[in-house]
């Protein structure tokens, strides 16, 4: 099972971007889906979660209030929507999928999600 990630780019700082990830929810019951990005010479990080079946969405302190993930029940697809990208954004960008939601305190945990993208390059230079 592999999530299709898609939409990064390069960027100046200030700028935006939109990543797509495409869900295969209807054959595997994937309700809970997150984003994960990982900087060269870093270790993975959590950027944001979302339930399917409604609820607040969680986010890293690090990206609050400049980006937004979200989903669209038509295409199957969840959304991250990065505005005022800071070089320190520059990473690879993951999304993971689990059928159940987790506890608050487990969303950041990668081992808690068993399906994973391929990624998707995001480079903001300053």
């Known amino acids: 099972v592999q999530l299709q990630a898609s939409g990064g780019g390069a960027v100046q700082a200030g700028g935006s971007l939109r990543l797509s990830c495409l869900v295969p929810?209807?054959?595997?019951?994937?309700?809970?889906l997150a984003w994960f990005r990982q900087a060269s010479g870093k270790e993975r990080e959590f950027v944001a979660s979302?339930?399917?079946?409604?609820?607040?969405?969680t986010y890293a302190d690090s990206v609050k209030g400049r980006f937004t993930i979200s989903r669209d029940n038509a295409k199957d697809t969840v959304y991250l929507q990065m505005n005022d990208l800071k070089p320190e954004d520059t990473a690879v960008y993951f999304c993971?999928?689990?059928?159940?939601?987790?506890?608050?305190?487990?969303?950041?945990?990668?081992?808690?999600?068993?399906?994973w993208g391929q990624g998707t390059q995001v480079t903001v230079s300053s």
């Open positions: 979302i339930y399917w079946g409604g609820g607040s969405p």
């Open positions: 929810r209807r054959l595997f019951n994937m309700n809970f």
């Open positions: 993971a999928g689990r059928v159940n939601r987790l506890a608050l305190s487990a969303r950041a945990d990668q081992r808690q999600y068993p399906w």
